[in-house]
């Protein structure tokens, strides 16, 4: 089991007693499970990964997504697993946890666990009431007709963290196929970055601002987005601060 503090316990005897384990952070512990016996992976806060390959004795550290908080962490097998937590984030990883995707999810609510009856369908849930299927059966035939595949609404959300200093992260969602411009402008209306500019397929996406050669104070990222065959279009700004 795992805690606060970076506290890890492990039991041999069925819980009766239990060895303080050391894992090498102080991270808060969210969830733990193991794939075999010797072969593990812990989740936390600040996008702790933690991964053993010996029962637990010692633990390598991957933060690379450390704008998430993940909440669970689960294996289909010895070489495929799934991590959810904060901000809709969904993490996957086919080579037992040496390196791993972010999945779209099409959400930014907090998702807390991720159960799966098989390897082909899982089940996520969430803050608000949230609830998400894999179902790679339906995936399958969702994709032989592509100009009926939609993803939600568009729309573009509030960036994590704000204030920030220097990167933050901007999440938006695109139903169709779009040509999508994203731009950040001060408090006076000037433009100070453009942060895309070109064609994406229908999905959700991440995009790290970084405010190098910027003062602090307020600012305003804008969204415009049109679908490829110019039926629909989407505009919409949002404010962030930047404190150095």
Sequence with gaps: MVGDSGRALKTTDHGYTWTA??????????????????????????????????GGNSWLLNNSFSEYHFDWVTFTSDSVGWIVGTLGSILKTVNAGASWELVPSGTTVDLRMIYFKDPNHGYIVGD?????????????????????VKYGNFEIYQNYPNPFNPNTLIRFNLPFSSNVKIEVFNSLGE???????????????????????????????RIEAKSIDSKSEFRDSKKMVLLK
């Design 21 to 54: 384990i050391n894992t090498g952070v102080s991270s808060k512990l969210e969830n733990v499970t193991f794939s075999t016996n010797n072969l593990g992976w812990i989740v936390g806060d600040n996008g702790t990964i933690l991964k053993t390959s010996d």
């Design 128 to 148: 608000s009431g949230t609830v998400l299927l894999y179902d790679t059966s339906y995936v399958t035939s969702v994709n032989k007709k592509q100009t009926n």
């Design 191 to 221: 433009k100070v970055k453009e942060l895309l500019n070109e064609q994406r397929s229908a999905g959700s996406y991440d995009l790290n601002f970084n405010s190098s050669g910027l003062a602090s104070g307020v600012y305003f990222y």
